[in-house]
């Protein structure tokens, strides 16, 4: 059974930084390329990031770039997501999410594996 699961999640200021992180178990983690996605109240999930099998290739968000970095570290399955600079408009839940091919992607429908979540809190 495979298993996703975020953490790092809560409340920040604007302007602050947060570490996410996704530990995934009952795959080859480092076969897959991983991404992260986020909900905003009232709104559809979103693409945010995307990693290579390897981490040699990432993708973002044209609202993000600049601001979060997508990594992983292949011998923790887990997979990473930094944020820096948060703003009131980064309140979601964040979804890590995988594939099945080692090559990201940026629409929900090529991940075949998702977390539960975790909720980021931006105050002013």
């Known amino acids: 059974q495979v298993r996703l699961v975020e953490s790092g999640g809560g409340l920040v200021q604007a302007g602050g930084s947060l570490r996410l992180s996704c530990v995934v178990s009952g795959r080859t983690f480092s076969d897959d390329a991983m991404g992260w996605f986020r909900r905003a109240p009232g709104k559809e999930r979103e693409f945010v990031a995307a990693?290579?099998?390897?981490?040699?290739?990432?993708n973002y968000a044209d609202s993000v770039k600049g601001r979060f970095t997508i990594s992983r570290d292949n011998a923790k399955n887990t997979v990473y997501l930094q944020i820096k600079g948060l703003k009131l408009e980064d309140t979601a839940v964040y979804y890590c999410?995988?594939?099945?091919?080692?090559?990201?992607?940026?629409?929900?429908?090529?991940?075949?594996?998702w977390g539960q979540g975790t909720r980021v809190t931006v105050s002013s």
């Open positions: 999410a995988g594939r099945t091919y080692p090559g990201y992607a940026s629409t929900e429908a090529d991940y075949a594996f």
């Open positions: 990693i290579s099998y390897g981490g040699g290739n990432t």
